[in-house]
């Protein structure tokens, strides 16, 4: 009998941590919309905006890529032809080819005056040594980090935003 409950505290246990490892403890954001206005409403976009944490630019899609050379190739484009700012998000960033081009241009403009904020996911770009991060900001570029590790969900991220900006 002593067994068997050693058995099932057991169990017990490896049921509680795989649920705390899936994040079934971690505090998840509540959301209350009310009063939007319609989508044919004028100040619809500018709600929706508002609602994402998004800005109303005067931009234009331009072409739409697949391929990932190309991807990179056109990102690195718009990069070196930035006259003002750049306002960068990544959610995964390794070491290599691509991420050292890719701060070669941020640094190029930095020190061509361009205002450059850089925000990326901590846990999508956590193989990225923080000398890394560190030469970007030695060139004005100010970089942030969202979905911080969490002791309350250890092998997923809670959503907040850490920047320096």
């Not at 391929?67 to 990179?72: L, R, S």
């Not at 911080?148 to 920047?163: F, K, N, T």
């Amino acid at each position: 009998m002593k067994t068997l409950l050693v058995w099932l505290g057991g169990l017990a246990l490896i049921v509680v941590l795989f649920w705390y490892l899936r994040g079934a403890f971690r505090r998840r954001p509540q959301y209350r919309l009310k009063n939007l206005p319609s989508p044919a409403a004028g100040s619809f976009v500018a709600a929706l905006a508002a609602l994402s944490d998004s800005f109303l630019g005067t931009g234009q899609v331009t072409d739409f890529w697949v391929e990932a050379e190309a991807i990179f190739a056109a990102r690195l484009g718009a990069i070196r032809s930035a006259q003002r700012s750049i306002e960068f998000e990544t959610y995964i960033m390794t070491p290599g080819q691509r991420s050292d081009d890719l701060a070669i241009a941020l640094c190029e403009r930095a020190e061509a005056g361009v205002k450059i904020h850089l925000i990326a996911d901590s846990y999508g770009a956590k193989s990225l040594s923080p000398a890394y991060w560190q030469r970007l900001e030695a060139f004005g570029i100010e970089v942030g980090f969202y979905n911080p590790a969490s002791w309350r969900h250890p092998l997923g991220a809670c959503g907040a935003i850490i920047a320096n900006y």
